[in-house]
């Protein structure tokens, strides 16, 4: 670039101020005004350099030397970055373009996700977390938000970008994600879903309907009992057994959504994207307790961006779709035909490397949807560790098998851990195998958070600081890795030209 030729910013002088070598990003250069500004990296530092003078300049927190001021690329200084290049800040997807969720536990990720969405139409959402995954990892909102938002700028990616609070159930951790900065609301109700209705026979449902407020049971009966609605040819009648059990199941549910949406979503200080998520059940969302759903939001005035069902088969996390494809064709065609009449797109959780259905899902949804991946990228991070540092990745492997236990308790898989190889039968060179294999990819997939903030008897990390440094130190392979994986995701589904 002709900033960049005319050595405003010099690589020398940076590494004479800091000490070490320097990498400068020269996408990220930019000018303002009378300022240049360029993002650069020391091992694991990254670090926003502003050359010249005018209000970015006087803004940002940093030390100065001449007309050469060396930022840290905190929350602050993001925040200035933001007010100034508005496509660092994270937005709502209002024109609806087809999205995916690309959850990076990690902070390291964002780069190789633009190398693979850069020249699609997708509105990716490149800071989503849970506050499961945010304390698994010892990270907040703000951090999420911080480290997209600088490697927006890094890979000077000007296409819009969201950030979400995945799965969130409670009001005070919703008010937190809203006060960082999200754009994206994910709403998750499952606490108050009655699981165990599914499987109550007809007597001991009617018993349990029987409790519930006579007035509330008029009032859905006179709504919906022996209704029959038709959608997209196809035709589903209320009838009384069912009601009863979805008005079981999710009135309470309902309620909570409700008082969210009306506290948080429908008159906000800007624009949301709100995720209706009941996929967190033990036995699918049939297509009538769908309907049911959304007569119900519709009524409330509850406008929802996307919903997320509990779709037929097996959505493991890291590992492929288990389950008949007929099926699950037939089951998606329902639910999709649900959402076209309602106005909504669908959501598709635990979207991670589910390969079999992609081509279902861009057959099936003629219009947008949502896809969300999280932990394939810490995966593609621990090949990474096993291409180029065979010794982290055995001690990494070893102590996600010891605590493989433990971290069961946080997902549902059906890992064989007796199925994997063992450590000692496989050379240093084929240990990126495990990766290709099921089970190893679910033991080390549910265990990240162990893996990173586990300590030994001292207090520090067993893996952390090798691991992030590793990461930094081999950052463009990981982008190259990253590219191709979730290339993979993006092309099947329809979402890359």
Known sequence: MELY???????????????????????????????TLVLVRTGREKYLVAKGSGPVFDELQGTTEGSCKICPANHANRLVLNSYLPYTKPHANISKRPSIGLGDRLGEATSGHIQALRTTEVFPIFAQQSVRELTLTGRTFEDVIDKAAYAVFQEGYTSGYGADGDHLKKREDIEKALQAGVTMITLD??????????????????????????????????????QVYTIADQTYTLDAEHLKRDILIYHRALDFIQSIYEQFIATPIRPLDFEVSIDETDTPTDAKSHLFIALELKRRKVAVSTLAPRFIGEFQKGIDYRGDLESFEHDLLAHVGIADQFGYRLSVHSGSDKFSIFPILKKCIKGSF???????????????????????????????????SDARAFYHVTTDVSAIKALKETEGADLVHYLDDDNARQLLHITYGFLLEDTDG????????????????????????????????????????
Not at 199 to 217: H, I, P, W
Request: with cysteine.
């Open 5 to 35: 030729e005319e050595k405003l910013i010099v690589a020398e002088n940076l590494e004479k101020r800091l000490g070490k070598s320097v990498t400068i990003y020269e996408q990220s250069l930019t000018s303002l005004g009378k300022c």
């Open 189 to 226: 109700s499952s606490d108050l879903i009655d699981n165990t209705i599914f499987t109550m026979n007809s007597q001991d449902v009617d018993a349990k309907y029987a409790q519930v407020d006579a007035q509330l049971r008029l009032s859905y009966e006179a709504k919906y009992l022996e």
């Open 370 to 404: 949502h896809v969300k991946t999280a932990g394939t990228n810490w995966l593609e991070a621990m090949r990474l560790v096993a291409l180029k540092d065979p010794s982290l990745y055995r001690k990494m492997h070893q102590h996600a098998l010891s605590r493989f």
């Open 458 to 497: 001292d207090g520090n990390t067993l893996f952390k600081d090798a691991f992030f440094t590793l990461l930094a130190k081999e950052e463009r392979l990981y982008a190259q890795l990253l590219e191709k994986h979730i290339g993979k995701h993006l092309a099947l589904l329809g979402f890359a030209s």
